[in-house]
């Protein structure tokens, strides 16, 4: 399974450094086992129809933190766009690229994907930057705001609580998790240079043994006019 960057397929890039990511030895370990535990979020779905219901044919679209590939690549690629996911986690890359061969996956960790400008038409963050410290999601939001196009869209889905570095199990994995609460976290979109035109807030229960009631938040945004560079 191991490849080099230079992979001239450009697909499923693994390498050493990816593996010690402590969110890739998370999500290696879970694997297909969390698309199964959300696949019920009925939140998620209506998210991905917002933004379908936005999208010219044949958008480009970021998929931050793809996961299994379903369901944000599948209903994206499976309406025609172009999608290109990125997960620090080969064996999520591994599982996208078989479960969704019409979108691209690459392994990388966001914080260091160059990222051009006015590149995606939308970008997805579903439940992606909750291993990043807060520095690190405001500073990937910012990178992110800046690939979009003028007036693209974006979506932001966390778990919104005011916590950091919190150490935690999630689905029987020691994770360490940071987030802002809700009203922080529009705000990190606002300055980030995004109009919030809709949120949901939800509570969700994975369906897990080891899995309780968790606070969802969707924020549905669209890159305002003008962003500082
Ligand atoms: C909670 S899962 C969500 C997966 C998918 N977005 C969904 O909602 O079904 C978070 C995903 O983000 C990935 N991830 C975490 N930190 C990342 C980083 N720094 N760069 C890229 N991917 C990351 C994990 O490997 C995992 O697959």
């Given at each position: 399974?191991?490849?080099?960057?230079?992979?001239?397929?450009?697909?499923?890039?693994?390498?050493d450094e990816h593996r010690q990511s402590p969110?890739?030895?998370?999500?290696?370990?879970?694997?297909?086992?969390?698309?199964?535990?959300?696949?019920?979020?009925?939140?998620?779905?209506?998210?991905?129809?917002?933004?379908?219901?936005?999208?010219?044919?044949?958008?480009?679209?970021?998929?931050?933190?793809?996961?299994?590939?379903?369901?944000?690549?599948?209903?994206?690629?499976?309406?025609?766009?172009?999608?290109?996911?990125?997960?620090?986690?080969?064996?999520?890359?591994?599982?996208?690229?078989?479960?969704?061969?019409?979108?691209?996956?690459?392994?990388?960790?966001?914080?260091?994907?160059?990222?051009?400008?006015?590149?995606?038409?939308?970008?997805?963050?579903?439940?992606?930057?909750?291993?990043?410290?807060?520095?690190?999601?405001?500073?990937?939001?910012?990178?992110?705001?800046?690939?979009?196009?003028?007036?693209?869209?974006?979506?932001?889905?966390?778990?919104?609580?005011?916590?950091?570095?919190?150490?935690?199990?999630?689905?029987?994995?020691?994770?360490?998790?940071?987030?802002?609460?809700?009203?922080?976290?529009?705000?990190?979109?606002?300055?980030?240079?995004?109009?919030?035109?809709?949120?949901?807030?939800?509570?969700?229960?994975?369906?897990?043994?080891?899995?309780?009631?968790?606070?969802?938040?969707?924020?549905?945004?669209?890159?305002?006019?003008?962003?500082?560079?």
């Open positions: 399974m191991r490849r080099h960057p230079s992979d001239p397929t450009g697909r499923t890039l693994v390498t969110a890739a030895a998370v999500f290696d370990a879970l694997g297909a086992a969390y698309e199964k535990a959300f696949a019920g979020s009925e939140a998620h779905r209506r998210s991905l129809e917002w933004l379908l219901g936005r999208l010219a044919p044949g958008s480009r679209v970021l998929d931050v933190g793809s996961g299994t590939g379903r369901p944000t690549a599948e209903a994206l690629a499976g309406a025609g766009h172009e999608v290109l996911g990125v997960d620090v986690s080969p064996v999520m890359v591994e599982l996208a690229s078989r479960q969704v061969p019409s979108a691209s996956f690459r392994c990388a960790d966001i914080r260091e994907l160059p990222l051009e400008e006015n590149s995606f038409d939308a970008i997805c963050v579903y439940f992606s930057l909750l291993q990043l410290d807060r520095h690190e999601q405001t500073d990937v939001v910012r990178r992110l705001v800046r690939a979009l196009t003028p007036d693209g869209r974006l979506v932001l889905a966390t778990v919104p609580l005011d916590v950091e570095g919190v150490e935690a199990v999630f689905m029987g994995q020691h994770v360490r998790v940071t987030s802002f609460d809700t009203l922080d976290l529009v705000a990190v979109a606002e300055e980030a240079g995004l109009d919030v035109l809709e949120r949901e807030e939800t509570l969700f229960t994975p369906a897990h043994p080891d899995a309780g009631p968790e606070p969802h938040v969707f924020l549905h945004c669209r890159r305002r006019d003008t962003v500082d560079a």
